[in-house]
């Protein structure tokens, strides 16, 4: 069972156009709605692949009522926690290359009684599935405390469960020191947790192993075109796949958490869930809007594997 977190869920509306023209008007080629936020395309991605999942997420107002809507043709077991504020709506603006332009709302203001009932939500969904993954992921919104996270960690290996946590900025620093048995940054978000310009293989391997000898079990680094590494205490692997019409990136990292844990929860090595992670993210980027891949998405994807990545050639920006 993987068990998604999602604080700061959101409506995500996608706008393609042929080219983003700031200050001018823009006419949309295509517009798609999705249900939103990490957890929830992590949620997605896994119960569209065969796999066992429930999202936990506040819902409040009218986009709270969109996504309950959206969430009901996906299949995703959703425990909805009340607030009595709207959650937030983004947009996405994607060009035919691929490259997206992205407007997040801050999101609602969670009372201290929502965050405690959110946070027991999470506690009883837990405790009924021995050995479940949780999955903490993205922003938080108003009134939650910076260490959320933390005490994410520490719930769920208080009730038998591994924490995996995918969160960037200000949130992502208090929740190292809990242990959490897996983080999934990016190389920018890695670089900004360790204080250093990441360039190479060799400087994200370095970086990550700083943290693993901190106490976290295992690091998966998204690099974009460059795929994606695993660094944990005994394991250092790359994996990348090419994708020939890229369409959209939002939530294609998602998407790589997604099938890394899918992988695992089936009793998969490292390398064979980094592979999966790969296919999955690679599919997803081939995708419209925030749509997650399908098994014969990720079945025609190939995946290339190197064993020992720590070179020194450039990173692609």
Not at 123 to 152: H, T
Not at 159 to 165: E, K, M
Request: proline share 8%; charged share 20%.
């Amino acid at each position: 069972m993987i068990v998604t977190v999602t604080p700061n869920p959101s409506v995500d509306r996608t706008i393609a156009v042929d080219r983003l023209l700031e200050g001018e008007v823009n006419r949309a080629t295509a517009t798609r709605l999705d249900p939103g936020g990490k957890g929830i395309n992590v949620s997605r991605a896994v119960v569209a692949n065969g796999g066992a999942t429930v999202a936990v997420l506040p819902v409040g107002g009218v986009h709270g009522r969109m996504m309950t809507q959206l969430l009901d043709g996906t299949g995703v077991v959703v425990e909805a926690v009340p607030i009595a504020q709207s959650i937030r709506a983004n947009i996405a603006v994607v060009e035919p290359d691929g490259t997206t332009t992205k407007i997040n709302e801050p999101g609602p203001n969670l009372t201290t009684t929502e965050v405690t009932t959110f946070l027991d939500t999470v506690r009883e969904v837990v405790k009924a599935s021995p050995g479940a993954w949780i999955v903490g992921c993205g922003s938080l919104p108003g009134g939650v405390a910076g260490d959320f996270y933390a005490d994410l960690v520490r719930l769920g290996h208080e009730v038998g469960a591994r924490v995996a946590i995918d969160t960037s900025g200000a949130p992502l620093p208090p929740a190292i020191p809990a242990g959490p048995d897996l983080i999934k940054p990016n190389r920018a978000e890695l670089g900004e947790l360790v204080g250093a310009d990441l360039r190479t293989v060799g400087e994200v391997v370095d970086a990550a192993r700083d943290l693993i000898a901190g106490g976290i079990a295992q690091v998966l680094v998204s690099l974009g075109r460059d795929g994606a590494l695993l660094v944990s205490a005994d394991t250092v692997l790359l994996a990348a796949a090419s994708v020939d019409r890229p369409l959209s990136t939002v939530g294609a990292g998602d998407c790589t958490l997604g099938g890394y844990l899918l992988a695992l929860d089936r009793g998969a090595s490292p390398q064979q869930a980094l592979v999966q992670a790969v296919a999955f993210g690679s599919a997803a980027v081939g995708l419209p809007g925030t749509e997650v891949p399908s098994p014969a998405h990720v079945a025609s994807i190939e995946v290339r594997v190197d064993t020992d990545p720590e070179r020194p050639a450039p990173l692609i920006d």
